[in-house]
């Protein structure tokens, strides 16, 4: 009888035993899982500037329509059209050395509540990316002339390609030069690539204005082009409009008082360096 107790006794006390390791492993590996994925939201948290995420009302959501590389003749003309028809203000951004001739449709632009921006003088990665120096002259001759035309200084910039880009050796230390100069960076968070590959139909470019950065669905910055060979931007830009109205965003212009939007580090695997 004392030997059947004792039995009991020892089987009791090696199922505690067993409990208590049981126990303590599940702790041990909750703290090991908290540490990894703390670890790991730090390694991949996103190097954006991410000002433009949040907005004051939660259920705003705003698109921003860009368009790259003007004045031209003929598509400028035409998006502008396409833009009025539809009550859609939008962002241009000039390239300095496409004004002469041109001036009437930069005043156009103007005079029809669109936002102006800088795209620098020449478009020539060679020139632009050379160094700090000359990325500045080639924004603030663009400026210059922009102001000389319409009577505004406008600061608001879109490097070629982006602002980390295979041209762009400067790094952080051009960011910090461009913010000293008083201008502000957009680049997008949505592209048409109709930059590099302007032929692409109009279900590809209608397709790729759905695809939007993931955690930027309330801010969309659509990188869209307007040079002269841009003909089927121009006839997918209604379908467009009307696919982000139907879903109840609100269209706005890049102006100064727009939070800025840029990649901070070049490191950033979804980089898009179309333009
Ligand atoms: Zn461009």
Same mark, same amino acid.
């Given at each position: 009888m004392k030997n059947n107790?004792?039995?009991?006794?020892?089987?009791?006390? !090696?199922? @505690? @035993?067993?409990?208590?390791?049981?126990? +303590?492993? =599940?702790?041990?590996?909750?703290?090991?899982?908290?540490?990894?994925? #703390?670890? *790991?939201s730090k390694k991949f948290k996103p190097a954006f500037n991410t000002t433009l995420k949040s907005n004051k009302d939660k259920n705003k959501k705003y698109v921003y329509l860009t368009f790259d590389d003007g004045p031209t003749y003929v598509v400028t003309d035409q998006i502008l059209d396409v833009l009025k028809?539809? %009550?859609?203000?939008?962002?241009?951004?000039?390239?300095?050395?496409?004004?002469? /001739?041109? /001036? $009437?449709?930069?005043?156009?632009?103007?005079?029809?509540? $669109?936002?102006?921006?800088l795209h620098t003088y020449s478009h020539d990665?060679?020139?632009?990316?050379? +160094? #700090?120096? +000359?990325?500045?002259?080639?924004?603030?001759?663009?400026?210059? #002339?922009?102001?000389d035309?319409?009577?505004?200084?406008?600061? =608001? =910039?879109?490097?070629? &390609?982006? @602002?980390?880009?295979?041209?762009?050796?400067?790094?952080?230390?051009?960011?910090?030069e461009i913010h000293k *100069?008083?201008?502000? @960076?957009?680049? &997008? %968070?949505?592209? !048409? /690539?109709?930059?590099?590959?302007?032929?692409?139909?109009?279900?590809? !470019?209608?397709d790729n204005s759905k695809i939007v950065k993931e955690g930027y669905t309330n801010n969309? =910055?659509? !990188?869209?082009?307007?040079?002269? +060979?841009?003909?089927n931007t121009v006839k997918v830009l209604p379908k467009i409009i009307k696919y982000y109205k139907n879903l109840g965003y609100e269209f706005k212009p890049i102006t100064e008082s727009t939070p800025e939007y840029y990649i901070e580090s070049k490191c950033n695997k979804n980089l898009n360096f179309k333009n």
């Open positions: 107790c004792s039995k009991h006794k020892y089987k009791l006390y !090696l199922c @505690i @035993i067993i409990l208590l390791i049981l126990v +303590n492993s =599940i702790f041990t590996l909750k703290l090991v899982f908290n540490y990894r994925h #703390k670890k *790991n028809k539809n %009550n859609v203000k939008a962002t241009f951004f000039i390239v300095g050395k496409e004004i002469p /001739e041109k /001036e $009437h449709i930069l005043t156009r632009i103007h005079e029809e509540g $669109h936002s102006i921006g990665a060679k020139k632009i990316y050379s +160094n #700090k120096e +000359n990325f500045i002259k080639e924004m603030t001759k663009t400026q210059k #002339k922009i102001e035309l319409l009577g505004f200084k406008s600061k =608001i =910039i879109r490097c070629p &390609w982006g @602002i980390h880009n295979i041209y762009n050796k400067l790094g952080s230390s051009l960011i910090n *100069n008083d201008l502000k @960076i957009y680049d &997008w %968070n949505c592209s !048409l /690539e109709d930059g590099l590959n302007p032929n692409l139909s109009t279900k590809r !470019l209608f969309v =910055i659509i !990188l869209a082009h307007c040079n002269f +060979n841009n003909k």
